[in-house]
């Protein structure tokens, strides 16, 4: 989290514009500098005023649902809070897919909705939906504006509910007669509502036990999660000193890869459904588990009742509401992850002696004999492009262009978590918690029109890049030099991947019949096209890509039916992982519990 | 035991504004928690502050999520759960109609009187009673004169002497470990 911005506020100055003007002052007040937005009827008077200025740029999507994505990775790559402007009725019911997205991977979002006039609302109007009612559920927390003397406050609160605790988008539904009519203004300041408090410092006694804890432990574990991200820098920096004074081995969820370095010799790779052997084995044998900013999602934890048995818990997080929510844990942290890591580095400095580390000489042992196994092993092919070879290639040949990564959903995403290895933090943007496909493309936009001179990679796979190509627009008009990387392995692959195993092969709609050629679609839109068929070409292909301004598309034709290992089965403990089978025979069927999970 | 079901009783702060009820309820129906009883009404009208009174049952940890769900939300100024608070009151209200002939309706007069219900409304053949009281009171004159038609008004409840349920600056609770 970053802190909220300093503002040059005046509520002692209360001047009167029109709604418009107040909302667009609002924003600028609040440090906006982008939005993403798409216009209709209900809010022409803000599209209005956005001609007259140039204080605040407006990136046109060509998809709602892809104005949120685009807010997602601009929020996300830069820590600030994303910003959405839409119509009303079908405007606002396509940012649906996003909010959610944003609300479970706790991104921070406004969105501005328009809405029809206030005396019109109920009667069925052109345009109308009950936005707030459809989108209670997915926001954090949301706002129909019915009088003008409540408009900038409600849009200053947005901002302030947005990014404070654990983030989250925000809705605000603008009726277009408070647009139009006159509506004083007032400051940020004017906006404080106690209720959005949220409890940052951590209480003292339980980060001492819990370092506590820590110096004992014989076979401790850190898994953290975004939460540490979200935090900001500093708490990323604190983890790296944390982990290394400990010299307890750690691990990363999805949607907090970059928190702490790949290359580092405690880092045991990502945990969960597709993790490494050692990661999850490391979690289900551990004897103390420090979760920061991790939420024991379903996909990191497998089957609860079997989940890390032998250990005791200390979970620090934001959200009151995710502690003991999945797991109970034994010393439950409430606070922000900087200031709870600041506050552990202090009481492990006073533990008095430096604990010995030679206690933790088994667990590193066992863990060095899980890591030989290889779990990141996959078949290697002359004569087809193997899609982890082709993504750990794509990560050779950036190296050292500190490149922003975004995915969609599937086994390539699966795939670049595994291979695209990171170091900092915010360059990995993924639709976690919703698995949304179609997330990815329009998120590198967003991220670059953050960082117009950094290198985005959008990371894809050809069923989930199809369902907001629609973006080839937007990211030409705005000349955004977004490199696509498409994995294309012509099936829903994940899903065909399940099909074979749990489902007697039998592949129900998850080939993707009639895919356009994507080096003929990219040159429709005005962009560059490459493909690559051949392992031979590969590298090649991926060098002319990022050798070649503006927008490419590399279609990278792969093997179309490798599976993604090791992995966890529905319903199966952390210790049942599944590895590359040596050949792709059939696999063991899956209890009936685990057949009904997602 | 953590993982006993108990029923809670939950009152909470709110600002009475739009929108605030479906707010609560929906954090209820979208987990699946259940309600057996909510009641709503402004309690504050200088401050614009309703209260709601909610009677829900889970185990330690569904009661401590729902707690920490309900603080989440932007309009609610605090969480009271007074099952774990200590001493409170809890009444409940009911309007209870029988119909019947004459000793029908007398033996239902005579159970009223020693329950301390309130006749109401007498017409002819019907009686309507009003009681007030813990809800398992109500269960019993309802058990016992088999009416035609109930309406409940649900549970309010106070917490006794010093526990006081107030819009003060709400920290964060620390979740029970
Ligand atoms: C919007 C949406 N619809 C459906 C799904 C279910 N789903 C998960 S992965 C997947 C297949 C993705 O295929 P592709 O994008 O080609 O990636 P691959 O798995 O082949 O790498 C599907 C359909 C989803 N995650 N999101």
Known sequence: MTAPRETLSQPADVVTATGAQVVLRALVDQGVDVIFGYPGGAVLPIYDELFKQDRIFHVLVRHEQAAVHAAEGYARSTGKVGVVLVTSGPGATNTVTGLTDALMDSVPIVCLTGQVPTHMIGNDAFQEADTVGITRPCTKHNYLVSRPEDLARVIHEAFSVARSGRPGPVVVDLPKNILMGSAPYVGPEAARRRSVAVRRRPDRERIRQAVELLARAERPIFYVGGGVINSGDRACELLRELVRRSGAPITLTLMGLGAYPADDPQYLGMVGMHGTYEANMAMHDCDLMIAIGARFDDRVTGRLDRFSPHSRKVHIDIDPSSINKNVPVDVAIVGDAGEALAAMLEAWSALGEEPRRSRMDAWWEQIRRWRAVDSLRFRPSRDVIKPQHAIRRLWELTRGMDPIVTTDVGQHQMWAAQYFHLFAPRRWLTSGGLGTMGYGFPAAIGAQIAHPDRLVINISGDASWVMNMQEMSTAMQYRLPVKIFLVNNEYMGMVRQWQDFFHGSRRAESYMAALPDFVKLAEAFGAKGLRATHPDELDDVIREMLATPGLVLADIVVDKVENVYPMIPGGAAHNEIKLCPEDDGPHEPVSEEGMVLV | ?177
């Open chain 2, 1 to 177: 035991m953590p993982n006993e079901e108990r029923r809670h009783t939950i009152c909470v702060l709110v600002d009475n504004e739009p929108g605030v009820l479906a707010r609560v309820i929906g954090l209820f129906s979208g987990r699946g928690y259940n309600i057996e009883s909510l009641t709503v009404s402004e309690v504050d009208r200088a401050r614009s502050l309703s209260r709601i009174n909610i009677v829900t049952s889970g185990n330690r940890y569904v009661i401590d999520q729902i707690k920490a769900l309900l603080d989440k939300l932007v309009p609610v100024h605090s969480v009271q759960d007074l099952t774990v608070e200590g001493p409170h009151v809890e009444r409940e209200l009911a309007l209870v109609k029988v119909l019947g002939d004459r000793e029908r309706l007398v033996q239902a007069l005579r159970i009223a009187d020693f329950m301390h219900a309130r006749l109401v409304d007498s017409s002819p053949g019907s009686l309507i009673f009003e009681l007030t009281g813990t809800p398992e009171e109500l269960d019993a004159f309802i058990d016992l004169v088999q009416p035609v038609e109930v309406s409940r008004a649900g549970v309010v409840a106070i917490g006794r002497g010093g526990i006081i349920l107030e819009p003060g600056e709400p920290e964060p609770g620390e979740p029970e470990a």
